[in-house]
């Protein structure tokens, strides 16, 4: 075989450009892997999270007057039922309150009773006094005849007369003035026994008008949840005491729903309010619904309480942008983060 004889300064030239093209081949390889990871940061973003309701109400046992901190449930509607607009869903004990009407009314007729005394004792104590004041009046008339008659009688006549006369005159006066104390007094004592009878009357209808309320209906049409009794851990039920400011029930509205989910500390700023997000139910794997970016927290948090772990996150809600009946509250969904 025929060797092929290549000039030292070929082979140079050879051994450069092979030296180029190995060089070039690293650079394309290193300009490869920037742009594979590129493309991998511009990878859309995807995160757990959890369906919510946009619109739940919560029925917390308010204070009905001021005597009844404490109501007991004699009606309960079964845990997850389907409700509408109006329908009752607990029914609280009215017994405390039916009795307290009875006693209530029992005391106004009382009050009733002492109003009419009152001024029936009020008109004859007026009556007197009036008489009283006539009596006065004319012994004071008759006096006055006398002094006016003394004159030509002796000065120690005339200064009885006089002294008679000045004491009738103070008679009367107090008399007068006892007269217009006790209208004054009278006037009180009246006002005080009718804002006793208002007050029984507007407690008898407070009562009244609590009795529907204790019948709670649901504003909204969705799914009844029942809240746990704080004292016992377990669902409430009939025959539970529940007190003022504790949770009864819930009812989420199931039209329109919504993500509560996070997205990652280092990924914050590659999302925005608004942003397009396929959402997917663990449950239903293969659909996406659609879904945007509705509120982005401004506070970093840990994941979760685990001390081992340190990951931190913010807050994001996700509005769903059609109504679903397959979307239900607590389900595990995973949020894609889109990119445009």
């Not at 004859?124 to 012994?139: A, D, G, P, V």
């Not at 005849?145 to 008679?164: C, G, N, P, V, Y």
Request: with cysteine.
């Amino acid at each position: 075989m025929r060797q092929i004889h290549i000039p030292p300064c070929r082979s140079r030239l050879i051994r450069c450009l092979s030296f180029i093209v190995a060089c070039l081949m690293v650079a394309c390889g290193d300009r490869e892997s920037e742009e594979a990871k590129k493309a991998e940061e511009r990878k859309n973003l995807v995160e757990t999270g959890e369906l919510a309701a946009i619109n739940t109400r919560s029925f917390v046992l308010p204070r009905f007057g001021r005597y009844w901190y404490e109501m007991r449930v004699i009606g309960i509607l079964e845990h997850g039922a389907i409700v509408n607009v109006g329908d009752s869903i607990i029914q609280l004990d009215p017994t405390e309150v039916k009795r307290f009407i009875i006693e209530r009314e029992s005391s106004l007729e009382t009050e009733l009773a002492n109003l009419e005394k009152l001024r029936v004792d009020h008109s004859n104590r007026i009556n007197e006094l009036t008489s009283n004041i006539k009596n006065e009046t004319s012994s004071f008339n008759l006096k006055k005849i006398e002094l006016e008659s003394s004159r030509f009688e002796t000065e120690r006549l005339r200064r009885i007369k006089e002294l008679e006369f000045q004491q009738a005159q103070i008679t009367l006066r107090k008399e007068e003035k006892r007269l217009d104390l006790t209208k004054i007094i009278h006037e009180n004592q009246l006002k005080i026994q009718e804002i006793k009878v208002q007050q029984v009357e507007t407690e008898i209808r407070n009562a009244y008008a609590i009795l529907p309320a204790l019948t709670l209906r649901s504003p909204i049409a969705g799914v009844f949840q029942i809240a746990r009794n704080w004292r016992t851990g377990t669902l409430v039920k009939v025959g539970d005491n529940i007190y003022t400011g504790n949770n009864l029930a819930n009812v989420p509205e199931l039209a329109w729903m919504k993500i509560n989910t996070y997205i990652n500390e280092n990924d914050f700023l590659n999302i925005r309010l608004g942003q397009k997000v396929a959402v997917r139910l663990d449950a239903l794997p293969e659909i996406v619904f659609d879904g945007e970016i509705s509120y982005i927290g401004k506070l970093c948090h840990l994941r979760d309480n685990n001390k081992k772990s340190r990951q931190k996150v913010f807050d994001v809600e996700v509005r769903m942008l059609k109504s679903d009946l397959r979307l239900k509250p607590g389900m595990t969904v995973r949020c894609e983060y889109l990119n445009d």
